[in-house]
């Protein structure tokens, strides 16, 4: 069944897999539990010798991103448990005032919870109340959203010495006063505002220094990561993660060995990618930085190093000193990507026995579908297993510490299906580290795209360098057709995994409707926590995996939950509303699908008892179309357009689930000044960015033509006149 079928049928599927849910999976048949007392968590610690969980120390708080500097995101808080979550009920809601996707992990220190929101806004809150303290908005331009390769989206601050630090979406790093959300320093971390840079990220701050990287490699940048002084701002150091122009001298001398791995005479043209948008973990034991080094720019190596190389440090987890920026050592987990396969997924630090042995390692489980135990000492290989379905590559050989490739990955020759596709086995969704149990619960997806060399690049043997477009030198312009005329489409799905990094065993498994969820947290008091595409808010057994408590929020969720004291409660808080990456992907029925996209900030505690507003069904009535006829060839070379231009904010199939308007539903009143919205930047401030400098007025035209076309067969599928939408205007590519 091709994606677009499978898609409408979906709709059918997931409401019936809902319902059952509903009626199944909260039923309470709790195991055998420990009880909950302040004594059972520190001894559910003893396992951590050494280390500084907040949590464990008595605050309570959520002090850093990862909860704690080795990122596990592990609670040892148990009040919440598996005897007691069922008593778990909502402590107070506060609206976030946005419909577009949130994905920041609030840090709680000393009862006030700081977070961001969509647009880089900041928030102070009273943990206890959701009452606003202060509101921090750095202004970001509307027109930047056009900069973003996936909406306009925080992964939240860093927290450190009455200091609240946050990268915006135009680039900056700002230091706020932790107690009025003042401004005290502000830095341009860009290093070419012309191109299409942006910070995503939540910085992390250590030993003095603030670290912050970027994003944008889809338009076409070099990758950096860089060091500014927490009192003043002032900049440190900067890491170039792939070379620029070989005929200027070296940023940094790493450059030097990274260049003689890239072939042809293009790449720093296109900026090489190697973005650092992610993961940055600071390591107390070591004083080591670690970087999770993103994709390759274009994503094709056939374009971006013609005649191979491995393209050090695309897809790389490396290691440098945080005072110096000097690489101690890297680990690359996809030499010469092609599929998009970023390492920048979250990274955590723990003490592991491994084949007898205790030792530092370091855990990630990158897009490419093998999760890595490194040593996090030397950066030497120990575990490679795959953690979901991969067809890209065989195996990681353990000799040489490389993927082992299978040539049928290979989509030089003809439109190939890879798994992972291009949102990854596992994308920015924390995972949570239970070093307890050897395990990680890690939110997966098994959600492959096909792959094909650009159009333009066969035909021309270039592509279009325009800084405005996506450049990943695949075939997004036939993307859709492509789909459809694949017999041989896999099914998409989420799978939440207790999976145990050395062995590569799924000790138990969640399968879920939607790939696209949220991240995870686990506790001390047997629970696995996410919020998922259906809008379910869930604990988990830590143990079997069994559903013990859930909450419908009619809203999809992407943030991962976090877990703070205060007096005594354990609270439980997570952002909602849906979107991010999964922009192009968009369209099937999930919550915000059915319900609309709500950014609201939820807190839990047991006995809680307040309720969100009463949901209410998002009105799809696609409405009427005006003059849609127009020549077949027009609407395919609209569709094109489209898919290249559009169809990374508003949805491949011009299908939106999310914040972003769907444009099937645009009403006859906006439909006449479509040309003036997307030429003009009618609504610049909402985010819909001019394209005057990219689009001609008679491409909007067709662009315009083939929305209509696409609205009308959707509307005739809604209202029985079709069965489905056929999308035959393109016969040859
Ligand atoms: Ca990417």
């Given at each position: 069944?091709?994606?677009?079928?499978?898609?409408?049928?979906?709709?059918?599927?997931?409401?019936?897999?809902?319902?059952?849910?509903?009626?199944?999976?909260?039923?309470?048949?709790?195991?055998?539990?420990?009880?909950?007392?302040?004594?059972?968590?520190?001894?559910?610690?003893?396992?951590?010798?050494?280390?500084?969980?907040?949590?464990?120390?008595?605050?309570?708080d959520w002090p850093s991103h990862g909860l704690t500097s080795d990122?596990?995101?592990?609670?040892?808080?148990?009040?919440?448990?598996?005897?007691?979550?069922?008593?778990?009920?909502?402590?107070?809601f506060r609206d976030m005032e946005t419909n577009r996707a949130q994905e920041a992990t609030p840090i709680v220190v000393h009862g006030v919870m700081y977070l961001t929101s969509s647009w880089s806004r900041v928030y102070a809150i009273e943990a206890l109340t959701g009452e606003l303290i202060w509101r921090f908005d750095p202004k970001v331009p509307g027109a930047w959203a056009r900069r973003l390769c996936c909406d306009v989206v925080n992964r939240g601050v860093a927290v450190d010495d009455e200091r609240v630090y946050v990268g915006t979406l135009d680039g900056r790093l700002i230091a706020l006063d932790a107690a009025s959300g003042s401004v005290v320093w502000e830095q341009d971390t860009l290093v070419d505002r012309d191109r299409f840079y942006s910070i995503t990220g939540a910085p992390r701050v250590a030993n003095g220094k603030v670290f912050i990287g970027n994003g944008g490699a889809e338009f076409g940048v070099r990758g950096y990561v860089t060091a500014y002084e927490a009192e003043t701002g002032a900049q440190i150091w900067r890491f170039f993660t792939v070379p620029g122009d070989p005929s200027l001298p070296f940023e940094n001398p790493e450059l030097k060995m990274a260049v003689e791995t890239w072939k042809g005479d293009e790449w720093w043209k296109f900026g090489g990618g190697g973005t650092v948008w992610n993961s940055i973990v600071y390591d107390q034991e070591l004083n080591q930085l670690y970087i999770g080094v993103g994709n390759g720019s274009p994503w094709s190596r056939e374009i971006r190093s013609p005649g191979g190389g491995d393209n050090l440090f695309l897809s790389s987890i490396v290691a440098l000193d945080p005072d110096t920026g000097v690489m101690k050592w890297y680990y690359q987990t996809t030499p010469g990507d092609n599929w998009d396969y970023t390492a920048v997924q979250d990274i955590a630090l723990a003490d592991m026995v491994v084949d007898g042995v205790l030792r530092k390692v370091l855990l990630q489980a990158p897009k490419n579908g093998f999760f890595y135990v490194l040593d996090r000492t030397d950066g030497k290989l120990l575990r490679a297993h795959p953690y979901t379905a991969v067809t890209?590559?065989?195996?990681?050989?353990?000799?040489?510490?490389?993927?082992?490739?299978?040539?049928?990955?290979?989509?030089?020759?003809?439109?190939?299906?890879?798994?992972?596709?291009?949102?990854?086995?596992?994308?920015?969704?924390a995972m949570s580290t239970d070093v307890a149990a050897g395990l990680v619960y890690l939110p997966t997806m098994e959600n492959s795209l096909i792959f094909a060399l650009s159009d333009e690049w066969i035909q021309t043997g270039s592509?279009?360098?325009?800084?405005?477009?996506?450049?990943?030198?695949?075939?997004?312009?036939?993307?859709?057709?492509?789909?459809?005329?694949?017999?041989?489409?896999?099914?998409?799905?989420?799978?939440?995994?207790?999976?145990?990094?050395?062995?590569?065993?799924?000790?138990?498994?969640?399968?879920?409707?939607?790939?696209?969820?949220?991240?995870?947290?686990?506790?001390?008091?047997?629970?696995?926590?996410?919020?998922?595409?259906?809008?379910?808010?869930?604990?988990?057994?830590?143990?079997?995996?069994?559903?013990?408590?859930?909450?419908?929020?009619?809203?999809?969720?992407?943030?991962?939950?976090?877990?703070?004291?205060?007096?005594?409660?354990?609270?439980?808080?997570?952002?909602?509303?849906?979107?991010?990456?999964d922009l192009w992907g968009s369209g099937s029925p999930t919550a915000s699908y059915k319900y609309g996209n709500h950014g609201f900030l939820l807190t839990f505690q047991l006995g809680g008892s307040e309720?969100?507003?009463?949901?209410?069904?998002?009105?799809?009535?696609?409405?009427?179309?005006?003059?849609?006829?127009?020549?077949?060839?027009?609407?395919?070379?609209?569709?094109?357009?489209?898919?290249?231009?559009?169809?990374?904010?508003?949805?491949?199939?011009?299908?939106?689930?999310?914040?972003?308007?769907?444009?099937?539903?645009?009403?006859?009143?906006?439909?006449?000044?479509?040309?003036?919205?997307?030429?003009?930047?009618?609504?610049a401030s909402a985010g819909m960015a001019a394209f005057n400098d990219v689009l001609s007025a008679e491409e909007v035209r067709k662009i315009h033509q083939f929305v209509r076309a696409r609205a009308t067969e959707d509307r005739n599928v809604a209202q029985g006149r079709k069965k489905e939408a056929q999308m035959t205007w393109i016969t040859t590519p």
């Open positions: 069944m091709s994606e677009y079928v499978r898609i409408i049928a979906l709709a059918s599927f997931t409401a019936l897999g809902f319902a059952l849910c509903l009626l199944g999976c909260g039923r309470d048949s709790v195991p055998e539990t420990s009880a909950a007392t302040t004594g059972e968590v520190a001894k559910a610690d003893t396992y951590q010798a050494g280390k500084v969980h907040s949590n464990d120390a008595g605050s309570g990122e596990q995101r592990f609670s040892s808080l148990s009040q919440i448990n598996r005897d007691t979550v069922k008593e778990l009920g909502l402590a107070w890209w590559a065989s195996h990681v050989d353990m000799e040489t510490g490389r993927p082992v490739e299978n040539p049928g990955s290979d989509y030089r020759e003809k439109p190939t299906w890879v798994l992972p596709g291009s949102t990854g086995g596992h994308n920015w969704q592509i279009d360098s325009r800084v405005a477009r996506w450049k990943p030198g695949v075939e997004l312009g036939r993307l859709a057709q492509l789909i459809l005329e694949s017999p041989d489409a896999p099914e998409s799905v989420g799978v939440l995994k207790a999976f145990d990094p050395l062995t590569g065993e799924t000790k138990w498994s969640v399968k879920q409707d939607y790939y696209w969820n949220g991240g995870v947290l686990a506790t001390a008091g047997g629970l696995v926590f996410q919020g998922d595409a259906q809008g379910m808010l869930s604990a988990y057994d830590k143990e079997h995996g069994e559903v013990l408590w859930q909450f419908n929020t009619y809203t999809s969720i992407l943030a991962p939950p976090i877990t703070f004291m205060v007096d005594d409660i354990q609270y439980v808080s997570i952002l909602t509303g849906g979107g991010g990456a309720q969100l507003p009463a949901p209410t069904l998002v009105d799809r009535t696609i409405p009427e179309q005006i003059d849609v006829a127009g020549p077949m060839e027009h609407i395919a070379e609209g569709e094109k357009l489209y898919n290249n231009f559009c169809a990374a904010c508003h949805g491949l199939f011009v299908q939106a689930s999310s914040g972003i308007r769907d444009l099937r539903l645009t009403s006859p009143e906006r439909q006449l000044i479509f040309k003036n919205i997307v030429l003009e930047g009618l609504f």
